[in-house]
C-alpha cells in the first residue's frame, strides 16, 4: 500500500501517457527496492507488472551476449540461469509489443522456447495480456511466439496510424487459439488505410476460443462484407465500429455491442448520406436487434430534412418490431447543425416494443403551427400500444426556421396524458402564451404520502429557449404551475440561448427554489392535518398565513 500510494504522488498531471508515467517514475521507486525486503517484493510487484517487449527480461540473462549487431547464448538454458528472470518475471502480467524490439534476437527466443517446452508456464506465469500496437517486426512476431501462454485472457492489436497487416494478426490470432485457449477478451483497431479489413478478419479463428465472452472490433469494411456481422452469437459482449475503406469516400460505420440473449445495441454512423444506413438496415436481420443509435451528420444540414428521414423512419418501422430503445444524435463535434422533423415522430413512437427515444438533434417543428397540439396527439397515441413509451427526449433551437416551439401546454399534456411517461427530456419556449397558471399554492392532501397526479413522472429536465430575461411576476406563476403540475418529481431546468441561456438559467434557479417552498409547506400542513385528526391541533391558521 505504501509502495503504491508513493506511485500514485509520483505520477504528474502533466504526463501525456501511462508510458511516460512509468519512465518519469521508475528511478524513484528503484530506491525502494534496497530499503527492506518487503518493500522490495511490493516495489518489484509494481515497477514489473508492465512490460514494454522482453528487453527488461533478456538483460537479467547471465549469459546473453551482443556482438556485431546481434543477440545469442553461449550455451543452453538452465534454471540456475534463470533465477533473476523468475524473481521478476512471475509479476509480469500485462507485456506491450510496440513495433521496437531489437533486431538480431532470433537465437535468444528460440532457445528460450527449446526452454519453456521442458518447463511450461514457468516463464511467464502471471501474463494476463498481451497489447500488441502498430506495425509487428519479425522480432515482435518471435516474442508474441513466446509469450502467448496458456494464462492469457486479453489480447489487442491497435494499429496507430501504421499499417495493421492481415497475415501478422491472423498468425497470432492462429497461434492464440492453440497456445492461449483461456482468451477471454479480443479487440482488434485498425485505421482507415489498414490491409486488415472485415472481410479477411479471421472468423473460423474466432469459433477455437471456448472461452472467450467479449470482442471489439474497429475495421473497414465493403457493404458486401456487412453479412459477417452476425457469426458471433456465443459471445456474452461485442462491440464493432465498421468504416469505409477508401479515405476519399463518405463516412459510415456500424457498432454492435450486447448480449444475444439479453440485449443488442447498434450504432450506425453515416456521413453525407443516409444511403448506407438504408442499405445496412435493410440488408441484414435485425429482429433481435433491442437498441439502435443513429449518428447522422451530413455536410450539409438540409442534406437528411428532407425525404430522406422518411425512408429512414419507414424502414425502421418494418425492420425494428423488437426495438426497445432509439437514440437519434449528432456527432460530438462541430458538425452542422441538422434536424429531425416532428411530423415523423408519429411513426418512431408507433414502434410497438420502443419504450426509450432519444432525439438529440434538433426536432424541427416548420409547418406546424401549434407544435403543443401535435405533441398531446402523440402522446395519446403512444398510451395504446404494447409496451408504452417510459422514456423520452426531444430537443429544440430557436434558429431560424425551426418553427414554432413548444410551451406549457406541452407540459400539461404530459401531467394529463403521458401517464406512461417516468423521464422526460424536453425543450420548450417558457415565454410563449400560457394562460391557466394557478393562483395559489394547493394544499390538498396527499393520502399517505402519494401523488394523486395520473403521471407517473419521476424525472423532468427542461431545456428553456426563451430569448428574453424573466419577469418579476412570471417566478411565481411557474412555481406555481410546476407545483401544481408535477407535486413530487424531480425537476431541473436550464437556459440554451447564446444570448439569455445564463440569465434564464438563473431565472429557473429562483423558480424551482419558490417551487420547493411551496412543496415544503405542503408537506407542513399534511403534517398538521393528521394532528388535528388525533385531537393534537388545527391547520386552518397555518394554511392562511402560508396562502398570505
Known sequence: MVVKLHAIHLESPKSASPESFWRESRPTLHSLLVVSKNFCEATADYLWRELDGLTPLLRLIPQLIYTDGLYFMDKALSTDDLRRWSFYSRRVKSIRLLGKEPQGLSQVFTMLSAYDVLNPGTLFPALREIHCRNKLSSEDL????????????????????????????????????????????????????????????????????????????????????????YKFDTLKEYSLSLFRQKANTKRFSVSVSGTPSVNRNIRLFGDGESTSVLRWLTGNDISSVTGMTLVISPPHAETMAGPQWDKVVDCLAVVGSNLKALRIERPRNNTPAITFPIQLLGKVMALDGLTHLRIVIDCQHNGISQPDDLFHHLLLSAKHKRSPLTHLALFHSSGLGMGTPLSFHALDHVAKDGGSLV????????????????????????????????????SLRIRDIRESDFQPGEYRRVALFLDHTFPSTEIRAEGTSSIYGGQVTKGWKHILELMEDYRQFRRYISDLDCGVENGKGSSNTAAKSVEA
Do not use: M
Open 142 to 229: 518471435a516474442c508474441y511466439s513466446l509469450v502467448a501462454s496458456p494464462s492469457i485472457e486479453v489480447l489487442t492489436f491497435v494499429d496507430d496510424g501504421y499499417n495493421l497487416p492481415a497475415a501478422p494478426v491472423t498468425s497470432c490470432l492462429q497461434q492464440a487459439a492453440i497456445r492461449s485457449p483461456r482468451l477471454q477478451n479480443l479487440v482488434v483497431r485498425a485505421s482507415q488505410n489498414s490491409k486488415l479489413t472485415l472481410f479477411q478478419f479471421p472468423w473460423e479463428t474466432i469459433s477455437q476460443f471456448p472461452h472467450l465472452q467479449s470482442l471489439t472490433l474497429e475495421l473497414t469494411f465493403h457493404n458486401r462484407h456487412l453479412d459477417q456481422l
Open 423 to 458: 423521464v422526460l427530456e424536453i425543450s420548450i419556449d417558457s415565454s410563449r402564451g400560457y394562460d391557466s397558471f394557478p393562483s395559489s399554492p394547493s394544499y390538498e392532501r396527499r393520502v399517505g404520502g402519494t401523488d394523486p397526479s395520473p403521471h407517473r413522472l419521476r
